[in-house]
């Protein structure tokens, strides 16, 4: 097997809690993944990557795992994980875990023990400081789920360190018992045959011995500074050495505040780390007018904003390192939603245009679950529909704390709550769309009944054929996963256009970001000509482009 199969592959991303529940008891399963395999092998992905199905009390649903080595009760067995497994193995399909490595549950042994005392052998698997001398936490770090990075433990008199929730205290990767215990128990994994690991929040795991207070945002808020910390390139050598060189595994970490010169440090291939990272800045909300309140009242890039950042990423990996290309996870609103348009009008359309723009740039696709069908964000418009950690605590924080009205804090969840994607899968217009026969964990989106699988496959034009197409294209033609990158017009306000070129192969790509029609530049104008790869409208011109339209153009020679 080639070693670097991944730089042609689409991955997949299943959110297990809300993919297809197998037992009716409202929470998606792993035989409801199983049971799905087929339509997953139809679509023409590559690999999946899993959510957490490790054992957990949910604090983030399944980010905050208490036993590594054992399955959620409520997804299934050991026996169902394997089944799973073999299935996707008999039908070309991949699995690739997620690791959450930063952090543990306040419910794992290791933290029940260190919690205990100060001379228990655990204690240094996790990080305790004493209080500062007014009490205060060690320092002005911030949980990203809200409120100081330090809880206080009365046990002992010290804070442990959580970057997220209160019930995910932070690993010490500092100490090598720890780090030899993770690099066992993904050899674990690796020896049942799973294919690959995807690393949470992995740029944050070594943390600078001197814990700085980090740099004021001038908003009340301080930027925590732990990321790319000092032994972070050391551990991910030590780990790959450990556990999976010599395997030909997919690996991806997810990198907050990485940027493309870092990247290669994380991805290069000579450095023995990983394939490729996510990093986050074309999803974080536009850099030029950032908000008070970070993600919650940042207002989204213009397209020139976009293009810059895409392009950036692009030319600056094209020799080194790799590129994902993603628009959509687990923790970002609908796509269509926020960068296409999600009216009755417009959402084929625009769901296909961002498909396009992202599925013919040079990188590893990444899908989320729903995202092939165009689902929306859900709109969900009481806080009591809410059930994300994340969600309610930033609620409570801005209402409470800061005083914003109500609706204005609502309007924000509206837009980028983690929740907005985390709504159960489509799969027909029956009772809860086919997701579960039983009261789903998380409201369903009322308009599964034009949105869902079974519509979607009847209908050659749904967007759910035109993401099997664009697949299809990078498994059919090397520009598509080789090609050399090149932006045109960067400028426009409206069109994202670029070329791709490999050998005599070239492509261009045109889309359009607006619902206006827009004429098309003389620069690109001329560039139209071979043969059309894929379109979302039927006929094509060259003088001007229609509402959210994208055309792929092949020429050869
Ligand atoms: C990552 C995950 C997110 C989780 C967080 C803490 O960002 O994608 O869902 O809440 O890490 O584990
Ligand atoms: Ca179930």
Redesign the pocket.
């Known amino acids: 097997m080639n070693k670097n199969w991944w730089k042609n592959a689409v991955v997949y991303q299943i959110y297990p809690r809300s993919f297809a529940?197998?037992?009716?008891?409202?929470?998606?399963?792993l035989?409801?993944i199983t049971g799905r395999m087929g339509y997953l092998k139809d679509l023409g992905i590559d690999v999946i990557w899993l959510s957490p199905v490790y054992q957990s009390p949910n604090a983030d649903n399944g980010y905050d795992i208490s036993d590594y080595r054992a399955i959620m009760p409520?997804?299934?067995t050991m026996e169902d994980f394997d089944e799973m497994l073999q299935t996707a193995h008999c039908h070309g399909i991949r699995i690739m875990m997620d690791m959450v490595l930063n952090h543990s549950s306040d419910e794992h042994p290791w933290f029940r023990e260190s919690r205990k005392s100060k001379d228990n052998p655990y204690r240094d698997y996790y990080i305790w400081k004493d209080p500062k001398e007014n009490g205060d936490p060690p320092n002005r770090w911030e949980s990203s789920f809200s409120g100081p990075a330090w809880t206080f433990d009365e046990t002992t008199g010290q804070y442990y360190l959580h970057l997220f929730a209160e019930k995910q205290p932070d690993l010490n990767w500092d100490n090598p018992s720890l780090r030899q215990e993770i690099y066992d128990m993904m050899k674990w994994w690796r020896d049942k045959g799973v294919d690959g690991f995807r690393f949470d929040v992995i740029s944050l795991i070594s943390k600078d011995p001197a814990f700085p207070e980090g740099e004021e945002l001038g908003n009340g808020y301080t930027a925590i500074t732990c990321a790319n910390g000092p032994r972070i390139h050391e551990y991910l050598k030590e780990m790959n050495a450990a556990v999976m060189e010599g395997y030909p595994l997919i690996t991806v970490g997810e990198c907050p505040m990485v940027d493309e010169e870092m990247a290669k440090l994380y991805s290069g291939e000579d450095r023995h780390e990983l394939n490729m990272i996510f990093h986050f800045e074309h999803v974080s909300g536009s850099r030029k007018n950032p908000g008070k309140y970070g993600k919650w009242d940042s207002p989204p890039m213009d397209l020139t904003e976009l293009k810059q950042v895409l392009s950036r990423w692009q030319y600056s990996l094209a020799e080194e390192g790799w590129n994902s290309i993603y628009l959509s996870n687990h923790d970002q609103p609908r796509c269509v939603s926020r960068f296409g348009n999600d009216s009755a009008e417009y959402r084929v359309l625009s769901a296909k245009m961002l498909a396009t723009a992202m599925h013919m740039l040079k990188g590893t696709p990444y899908i989320y679950q729903g995202e092939e069908l165009g689902m929306t964000n859900p709109a969900f418009d009481s806080i009591d529909l809410y059930q994300d950690v994340e969600s309610l605590n930033i609620y409570r924080e801005l209402t409470e704390e800061e005083g914003l009205p109500e609706s204005q804090v609502m309007d924000y969840l509206k837009k980028v709550s983690r929740d907005n994607a985390r709504t159960p899968m489509q799969w027909d217009g029956g009772k809860n769309a086919g997701f579960?026969s039983?009261t789903p964990w998380i409201r369903i989106n009322p308009n599964y009944v034009e949105i869902n699988v079974q519509k979607e496959q009847m209908d050659p034009d749904s967007v759910f054929h035109y993401y099997r197409k664009l697949i299809d294209l990078r498994h059919t033609y090397p520009v598509v996963a080789e090609g050399k990158y090149g932006l045109l017009l960067p400028d426009h306000p409206s069109i994202f256009a670029y070329t791709r070129s490999l050998g005599e192969e070239r492509l261009l790509v045109v889309c359009n970001f607006s619902k206006n029609i827009t004429d098309i530049p003389e620069e690109i104008r001329r560039e139209m000509s071979g043969r059309l790869l894929i379109a979302n409208y039927e006929e094509q011109g060259t003088d001007w482009l229609r509402p959210y339209e994208a055309a792929v153009w092949y020429r050869k020679g």
């Open positions: 529940d197998s037992n009716g008891d409202g929470v998606g399963d035989r409801g409520e997804f299934g579960s039983g």
